[in-house]
């Protein structure tokens, strides 16, 4: 008798909660949230190379982010492996991934990953006996490399100096300009 009132009490409120459930279910739906308005911004990137006061190298990239863009540039690099005489490539460049989100008082985020890696020079690395180089030695390229995450709130037409960052074995100083604009 028991387990009969147990079993109906809970077919009862197994349907007083289907029932809830399907009222809920029949309500008019809410007006759909407005899609967030994409604007087109034009974000230039300069990566600048400095030796004291001195600017020695510019690097310019322009992306139109709508929200969102990326640049993968650069070069596959062969360095030796080794085994074998065999040659691996490394990728050297530049990879930017932007995003810019329209904030409050026309201003914007702008979320960036930087990358950037080089060649500086080469390092003489002994090889095995037989193998290319005429004293034991193969020239390995040294490969330089800079990163940095940012999150930058910034108003159209402005311009900023974002990241300075010194290199530790070279002593060189590296510095991030970047401007942002909006796409006419």
């Not at 060649?119 to 080469?122: F, K, Q, S, T, Y």
């Given at each position: 008798?028991?387990?009969?009132?147990?079993?109906?009490?809970?077919?009862?409120m197994i349907s007083c909660a289907l029932l809830a459930f399907a009222q809920e279910k029949a309500k008019p739906e809410e007006e759909p949230i407005?899609?967030?308005?994409?604007?087109?911004?034009?974000?230039?990137?300069?990566f600048v190379e400095l030796e004291g006061e001195k600017k020695t190298k510019s690097l310019p990239y322009t992306l139109v982010a709508a929200p969102s863009a990326k640049i993968r540039m650069g070069s596959r690099v062969p360095?030796?492996?080794?085994?074998?005489?065999?040659m691996q490539y490394l990728d050297v460049g530049s990879n930017i991934d932007c995003q810019a989100y329209r904030g409050q008082d026309n201003t914007f985020d702008l979320k960036l990953s930087l990358d950037r890696s080089w060649?500086?020079?080469?390092v003489p690395v002994a090889v095995e006996k037989g193998a290319q180089g005429a004293n034991g030695q193969f020239p390995e390229p040294v490969?330089?490399?800079?990163?940095?995450?940012?999150?930058?709130?910034?108003?159209d037409g402005q311009t900023l100096d974002s990241t300075f960052a010194t290199d530790p074995l070279s002593g060189k100083v590296f510095k991030v300009e970047v401007a942002l604009s909006l796409v006419k």
């Open positions: 008798m028991k387990r009969a009132a147990l079993s109906c009490l809970c077919l009862a407005a899609a967030a308005k994409v604007t087109p911004v034009k974000v230039s990137i300069t360095v030796y492996t080794g085994k074998d005489h065999g060649i500086e020079g080469d490969i330089r490399q800079f990163r940095s995450d940012l999150t930058l709130v910034m108003r």
